[in-house]
């Protein structure tokens, strides 16, 4: 089974600080990521999509792809109160369909 | 564009008693899907359809029926809801183009209570 792991948390970090968020998947085939944020009560939302190796900026959010070592983390710079949510990895496998695998999301907490 | 809306936002349901959950689009997205999501979890797929007409099962299917007649609706189906369908359900889709796999827009969810 192709899996995609979050660490559940919460994590929390202190504003004006740089939290990390990492996300590892086991399909060595896994061809594009996204980072999605959902608030409580509310639906995902897309931050950040990533297709290949590398660092892709925007804003105070970076994501990093490292498909060797098979991990997607985002990085939000910065960090306000406002940030404080749940934040989804999303992996398209290996295969024909377009079916994103889902971690189950890392709790962030942003205390003043 | 109102992206992906959902109908109704809340609903109450009696055990064996059924119900359609109704999801447009309006981005002539390709790709539709049917999420629930349950307290502290994350997102299980129960259907997803890659075009009109055509619809396949996803992580947790049963207790659910979806048809896709047009590109913008993919209604959800419940037969005899049960409590263990207690849940948050969101409707999402997507565009494939040039093999380029793009994110999911969500609508806002429809959260069920079975009691």
């Known amino acids: 089974q192709k899996e995609v792991e979050q660490n559940s948390g919460p994590l929390s970090v202190p504003e004006g600080a740089i939290a990390s968020l990492n996300c590892t998947y086991s399909?060595?085939?896994?061809?594009?990521f996204f980072w999605y944020r959902q608030y409580s009560g509310k639906s995902p939302e897309l931050i950040m999509s990533?297709?290949?190796?590398g660092d892709k900026e925007d804003g105070r959010f970076t994501a990093q792809l490292n498909k060797a070592s098979q991990y997607v983390s985002l990085l939000i710079r910065d960090s306000q109160p406002s940030d404080s949510a749940t934040y989804l990895c999303?992996?398209?496998?290996?295969?024909?369909?377009?079916?994103?695998?889902f971690g189950r999301g890392t709790s962030l907490i942003v205390h003043p | 564009n109102a992206g992906v809306t959902q109908t109704p936002k809340f609903r109450i349901l009696k055990i064996g008693q059924s119900m359609t959950l109704q999801c447009t689009q309006d981005m002539n997205h390709n790709y539709m899907y049917w999420y629930r999501q349950d307290p502290g979890m994350g997102l299980k797929l129960i259907y997803y359809s890659v075009g009109a007409g055509i619809t396949d099962k996803g992580e947790v299917p049963n207790g659910y029926n979806v048809s896709r007649s047009t590109t913008e609706d993919f209604p959800l189906r419940l037969e005899l809801a049960a409590p263990s369908q207690t849940s948050v359900y969101f409707c999402?889709?997507?565009?494939?183009?040039?093999?380029?796999?793009?994110?999911?827009?969500f609508g806002p969810g429809t959260r069920l209570t079975v009691l």
């Open positions: 999303a992996v398209k496998v290996s295969g024909g369909s377009y079916i994103p695998t």
């Open positions: 999402a889709s997507s565009q494939t183009s040039g093999g380029v796999w793009n994110e999911q827009f």
């Open positions: 399909d060595r085939g896994s061809q594009s």
């Open positions: 990533i297709y290949s190796n």
